[in-house]
């Protein structure tokens, strides 16, 4: 147990639609990252966030968004849902910014649009 | 685009063998890490490599770095079928805050 929970663990939604995916990071950890992992795409980092602040960003369309709340907790935000958004999302946390160490990594949440 | 790119992208050995992968990346480096993933769940890490370091050792596991030619190569001895897995190389491309991973190579190890 990697001590990063993120909810949910599956998700099933149609096309156009809109979901929210949670992270808790693990105790005391102030960065979270949000990474992709698709068969086509691998895993491609989307965003990180240090202690509420953005600080490095990947290749995240503008239908998703995310932020880090002041509990640390981040929520990465989809819309406009296609088809091709389906994939594992996982959620990643460290303790803290700069070079980047290891990376602590949840279950993930899959998403399936159809 | 991926900063690492593993090599093979599959492979398949019998229980006790030695696996080698290989990863090569692009820009220069703070330090290269490696992470394991079995089948849908979150990735574990392995090991880090320090851009000045060469070679680092952890358990069954040996990980080379050779900046000069931008490349690393972990080496599981005597693997076990619970080695198991998808293996992926993350440099962080001197960038800070951004682990950038390979598409990972697929290990299979037959008992």
């Known amino acids: 147990d990697s001590g990063v929970t993120q909810t949910p663990k599956h998700l099933i939604t149609a096309t156009g639609q809109r979901v929210t995916l949670r992270c808790s990071p693990r105790?005391?950890?102030?960065?979270v990252y949000w990474y992709q992992q698709s068969l086509d795409q691998g895993l491609q980092f989307l965003i990180h966030?240090?202690?509420?602040?953005?600080?490095a960003k990947g290749n995240i369309l503008e239908r998703f968004s995310a932020q880090q709340f002041p509990d640390l907790h981040s929520e990465l935000n989809l819309s406009s849902l296609e088809l091709g958004d389906s994939a594992l999302y996982f959620c990643?946390?460290?303790?803290?910014?700069?070079?980047?160490?290891?990376?602590?990594f949840g279950e993930g949440s899959r998403l399936t649009v159809l | 685009s991926q900063q690492g790119e593993e090599d093979p992208q599959a492979l398949s050995i019998q229980e006790g063998e030695n696996a080698t992968m290989n990863c090569s990346y692009k820009?220069?480096?703070?330090?290269l890490q490696w992470y394991r993933q079995n089948s849908g769940r979150g990735l574990v890490h392995l090991i880090l490599?320090?851009?000045?370091?060469r070679e680092k050792h952890s358990g069954r596991l040996r990980v080379t770095l050779d900046t000069s030619k931008k490349s690393s190569s972990l080496l599981i001895t005597a693997s076990r079928a619970a080695d198991t897995a998808s293996y992926f190389c993350?440099?962080?491309?001197?960038?800070?805050?951004?682990?950038?991973f390979g598409q990972g190579t697929e290990l299979s190890v037959k008992p």
């Open positions: 990643a946390s460290s303790p803290g910014t700069g070079n980047t160490g290891e990376l602590f």
């Open positions: 105790s005391g950890d102030l960065s």
């Open positions: 966030y240090y202690n509420g602040e953005e600080r």
């Open positions: 820009t220069s480096i703070n330090n």
């Open positions: 490599i320090r851009s000045n370091e």
């Open positions: 993350a440099t962080d491309g001197n960038q800070g805050g951004k682990l950038i």
